[in-house]
């Protein structure tokens, strides 16, 4: 395997010195990007883009086209697990994602099938290894899964939900059911983040978007326990290098003290929680990744600029700074904003990094 | 003025000793009742009910009618002061609420009227009065109002929204601009909340539903220091009582050690929060109110009962506590669920209060 050229950001997960701190932007590949639609237009569906190796290559690598990002992310949903399970994932224009088939008893938690990664999934693991060859070890590649809390809610609610009545009454009425379901997903998300691995990815990242949805007895019980038994089951030793894990619980800036002792490398933080504070909470038990809120890239290039240098400011010197946005990039960012967020990292960490 | 028969409410929020903990719901008068579904159908327009002190004095008792709460409050809605400012205020099924005129420049800004609570919101002030009338001193009345900040997102946007991208904007590139905004809604609310108060309110809540959506330097910044100087203006002793102040700032658990410090005399949780954890934190100096997941109400009555018990006792013994939701009743939710929450509480908060 290629040497890396650029390995900050795997160096700063493992809180090892790096020349500035390394940056790259949730849903990088995305809607702002003109070529990105374009790319969209072409394929058809969001489906057919994820699905089709070659596609999912292309708009994988636009955003690196454009910024001298520090990591790429796999291009994919975060809802394949469901998908390959038979659950029929399919997308209503401005209404996310929807399954055919919810999952909603009991008989319906135990008929889900096994999956085998490789077999169901062969088009993600055809997408890392495009990706990666694409890459000649430029930067590394990030793969990613949903957490089991969060693939149960869109599996239980068959769509996005504002209340989650559904998942939560079969969580909070027949939890047995409930771990049944997520101990299931646990399983096939470990097989599935471990085929990406020995396909290419050199970091995970689990997206445990609706944790944060769930009350501080009720996330430990049905969404971190089930994210911690699948970094213990997790390849970190890949290409005589350590694959570092990513847990980003969206809201969960209330739970890091008990997010660190997951066996994550790394803490994903939304922009409501003050970075320098984490730090002081994590301790060097973890890298913490963040945070500037994604709508400051609607506001003027000084304006991104300042917030850059006051969440660097807040973090301090030393190692185990990923920046990131608190969340996805949305779609009516100007990709010039992008790119000011992305080179104001750089120009003003380094002196962070002496 | 008629002495109180029930003050657990008011007494709780003065951190003096009770007999049991009092409870009340947010959104209490509301879809999940039948006969509140028959009168918003009688009055033909969700505004209608709000403007007739008639009907919003109906709705407000229907709960007490069924359960025994500790509170009543009035049914209104969050945006009566910037509908009285000229905005236009209106409701699209499902959609939730909109403004004709949103506020989108600084003209704009600077072309908002002073209000004058007693003229423009005569009918909120009616309603009070119609309601302390016809409770007859068996409870207490409860006013409020929404926050600046969460004003200023309905008046910017103008509508929901899910990023808050305008609103945002204009509080990241034109700070001044939306300081100007926020002063003015600051004074308006004073204002208006002074009027329920001197109209029969017993005890205010200002609803910061938004607040959590603002970063942690932003949110002292835009929504708490604008709640600071509300608190600071309201009246806070009538009838020979003090009358409390609840400060509830939906994903605001982070901050809880910064809200404590505004004056207010009760911070809202939301369930998120540890109530036992928040308690630590903000020591005797405010009471706190919540924090139920208001999802649970689906659950079974054994299960709600059990997680009333997990609250009271993470709350511990001793005074400062007001049983709540961590948030609003959902219309699904079967009365005889909620009569079970309230009854649990009382059954179950006995043995805290010796």
């Known amino acids: 395997m290629t040497e890396l050229k650029n390995d900050r950001f795997l160096r700063a997960l493992e809180r090892k010195p790096v020349d500035v701190t390394p940056v790259w932007m949730m849903r990088q590949a995305g809607r702002y990007l003109p070529e990105y639609?374009?790319?969209?237009?072409?394929?058809?569906?969001?489906?057919?883009?994820?699905?089709?190796?070659?596609?999912?290559?292309?708009?994988?690598?636009?955003?690196?086209?454009?910024?001298?990002?520090?990591?790429?992310i796999l291009f994919s949903d975060i809802l394949t697990v469901p998908d390959a399970m038979g659950l029929g994932?399919?997308?209503?224009?401005?209404?996310?994602?929807?399954?055919?088939?919810?999952?909603?008893?009991?008989?319906?938690?135990?008929?889900?099938?096994?999956?085998?990664?490789?077999?169901?999934?062969?088009?993600?693991?055809?997408?890392?290894?495009?990706?990666?060859?694409?890459?000649?070890?430029?930067?590394?590649?990030?793969?990613?899964?949903?957490?089991?809390?969060?693939?149960?809610t869109y599996m239980v609610e068959g769509a996005s939900s504002k209340d989650f009545r559904l998942v939560k009454s079969m969580a909070f009425d027949q939890p047995e059911v409930m771990h049944?379901?997520?101990?299931?997903?646990?399983?096939?998300?470990?097989?599935?983040?471990?085929?990406?691995?020995?396909?290419?990815?050199?970091?995970?990242?689990?997206?445990?978007?609706w944790g944060g949805s769930l009350g501080d007895r009720a996330y430990p019980e049905f969404s971190l326990n089930y994210m911690r038994q699948i970094v213990d089951g997790l390849t970190r030793e890949r290409e005589g290098r350590r694959v570092p894990v990513i847990l980003f619980t969206k809201n969960g800036g209330q739970w890091?003290?008990?997010?660190?002792?997951?066996?994550?490398?790394?803490?994903?933080l939304d922009w409501t929680t003050n970075i320098g504070q984490a730090r002081q909470r994590v301790g060097d038990r973890v890298t913490l990744q963040g945070n500037m809120d994604p709508t400051m890239l609607y506001a003027s290039p000084e304006r991104i600029r300042a917030e850059v240098a006051t969440i660097l400011e807040s973090?301090?010197?030393?190692?185990?700074?990923v920046f990131n946005l608190g969340h996805g990039i949305t779609p009516g960012v100007d990709p010039e904003h992008a790119r000011v967020f992305i080179e104001s990292v750089h120009e003003l960490s380094a002196r962070y990094h002496q």
Chains 1, 2 share one sequence.
Request: proline letters at 7%; glycine letters at 8%; hydrophobic letters at 45%.
């Open 315 to 321: 973090f301090g010197p030393g190692e185990g700074h």
């Open 180 to 209: 049944i379901l997520l101990q299931k997903l646990a399983a096939a998300v470990t097989d599935y983040l471990n085929a990406q691995i020995a396909a290419g990815a050199q970091a995970v990242q689990i997206f445990d978007t």
């Open 37 to 72: 639609r374009a790319s969209r237009a072409k394929a058809g569906s969001f489906m057919d883009l994820c699905t089709n190796p070659d596609r999912a290559c292309e708009v994988t690598l636009q955003p690196l086209k454009r910024f001298p990002l520090d990591a790429a």
């Open 89 to 152: 994932l399919y997308f209503e224009e401005g209404e996310g994602p929807r399954f055919r088939k919810p999952v909603r008893t009991a008989a319906d938690v135990e008929s889900l099938p096994t999956i085998v990664p490789d077999d169901d999934l062969a088009y993600v693991m055809n997408a890392v290894r495009t990706i990666r060859h694409e890459l000649n070890g430029d930067i590394p590649l990030i793969g990613f899964s949903g957490s089991p809390w969060t693939l149960a």
């Open 256 to 268: 890091l003290e008990v997010m660190a002792d997951s066996g994550a490398d790394c803490l994903g």
